[in-house]
């Protein structure tokens, strides 16, 4: 036939009867398990600078010898994507930028001359 009854979810000492949402998410962020913070002398640096732009962040300078420039990174490209994460503004990218660390490749996708381009940059 199929299964009736009411959800009675237990964590620790609380119990849920039902289907109490504000309660569930409650209990949800409070066993969630914390997510670790990257020292940010681990994180890794590409050696450019950006500003906010329209879709994305303008890269405003790229340092000679840096990662970015390796990559090939220009002054005037728009980052719109870093490994497969939306960026729409200078903050994104820093944010996005925190939660990899050195080693490795990441994918940049800019818009250069009014056209995509998918770069592979290395993180160090």
């Known amino acids: 036939?199929?299964?009736?009854?009411?959800?009675?979810?237990?964590?620790?000492?609380?119990?849920?009867?039902?289907?109490?949402?504000?309660?569930?998410?409650?209990?949800?962020?409070?066993?969630?398990a914390p997510q670790p913070a990257i020292d940010p002398?681990?994180?890794?640096?590409?050696?450019?600078r950006v500003k906010d732009a329209s879709?994305?962040?303008?890269?405003?300078?790229?340092?000679?010898?840096?990662a970015a420039e390796k990559g090939g990174v220009r002054v005037g490209d728009v980052i719109s994507e870093l490994n497969g994460?939306?960026?729409?503004?200078?903050?994104?990218?820093?944010?996005?930028?925190?939660?990899l660390t050195p080693g490795g490749t990441v994918a940049v996708e800019v818009r250069r001359e009014g056209r995509q381009r998918r770069l592979r940059v290395p993180l160090e």
């Open 1 to 32: 036939m199929g299964q009736s009854g009411v959800p009675v979810i237990t964590a620790g000492d609380e119990v849920i009867v039902g289907f109490d949402r504000p309660r569930l998410e409650a209990l949800a962020e409070r066993y969630a």
């Open 41 to 48: 002398s681990q994180r890794p640096k590409i050696g450019l």
């Open 55 to 66: 879709g994305g962040a303008e890269v405003a300078l790229v340092h000679p010898g840096s």
């Open 85 to 99: 994460r939306t960026v729409s503004s200078a903050a994104e990218l820093e944010q996005a930028l925190a939660t």
